[in-house]
T-cell receptor
Framework: AQKVTQAQTEISVVEKEDVTLDCVYE???????LFWYKQPPSGELVFLIR??????QNEISGRYSWNFQKSTSSFNFTITASQVVDSAVYFC?????????????FGTGTRLKVLA | DAGVIQSPRHEVTEMGQEVTLRCKPISGHDYLFWYRQTMMRGLELLIY????????DSGMPEDRFSAKMPNASFSTLKIQPSEPRDSAVYFC?????????????FGEGSWLTVV
């Protein structure tokens, strides 16, 4: 069965610190997609990144980077030099297109507080 | 391009009243999803449509909830009668087959409070 675990409920850091948000997933499919979404205090869900199961290449986008490791079923998200504007709840999600159901399973989210 | 558009953004209603939430997906998207977010249960998939046809409604909590998609650019989620436990944020999302690798894009949500 699909499952996404975000063990960190809440993280607080001081501005300019680096922070890593953990995501561990479970799936029986060989083809799947992983996502990260950001939910700022205003409430909307903003898409950040998608990674498919055949692409383990890490990705960097500005201060954001993602580390995908199939061997440990993890898709971790690192923010370098965090800023107050990074304060939000971050969700990791899994989709198994081959299952035919197109359900997107979300983790419970990690609340990041960046203190000035 | 316009994103997913939801209305109303905020709704406060009394228990027993009918509530209708509306969604306009991104133009050209063929899948539409309704999610509910609560503190206790997180993000739950309620129902999703493909080409206006409901595919999986197993997440709909009970018969008080219903959803329709009369055309490719409009969907509704109706709660009748509403109860305080229905208070939540309801998100609509859409995606396009074969493009952007199954990424779903969310609306800004409808914040429902039932008193």
């Amino acid at each position: 069965a699909q499952k996404v675990t975000q063990a960190q409920t809440e993280i607080s850091v001081v501005e300019k610190e680096d922070v890593t948000l953990d995501c561990v997933y479970e799936t029986r499919d060989t083809t799947y997609y992983l996502f990260w979404y950001k939910q700022p205090p205003s409430g909307e869900l903003v898409f950040l990144i998608r990674r498919n199961s055949f692409d383990e290449q890490n990705e960097i986008s500005g201060r954001y980077s993602w580390n995908f490791q199939k061997s440990t079923s993890s898709f971790n998200f690192t923010i370098t030099a965090s800023q107050v504007v990074d304060s939000a709840v971050y969700f990791c999600a899994l989709s198994e297109p081959t299952s035919g159901t197109y359900k997107y399973i979300f983790g419970t989210g990690t609340r990041l507080k960046v203190l000035a | 391009d316009a994103g997913v558009i939801q209305s109303p953004r905020h709704e406060v209603t009394e228990m027993g009243q009918e509530v209708t939430l509306r969604c306009k997906p991104i133009s050209g998207h063929d899948y539409l999803f309704w999610y509910r977010q609560t503190m206790m249960r997180g993000l739950e998939l309620l129902i999703y449509f493909n080409n206006n046809v409901p595919i999986d409604d197993s997440g709909m909590p009970e018969d008080r909830f219903s959803a329709k998609m009369p055309n490719a650019s409009f969907s509704t989620l109706k709660i009748q009668p509403s109860e305080p436990r229905d208070s939540a944020v309801y998100f609509c999302a859409s995606r396009k087959t074969g493009v952007t690798g199954n990424t779903i894009y969310f609306g800004e949500g409808s914040w429902l409070t039932v008193v």
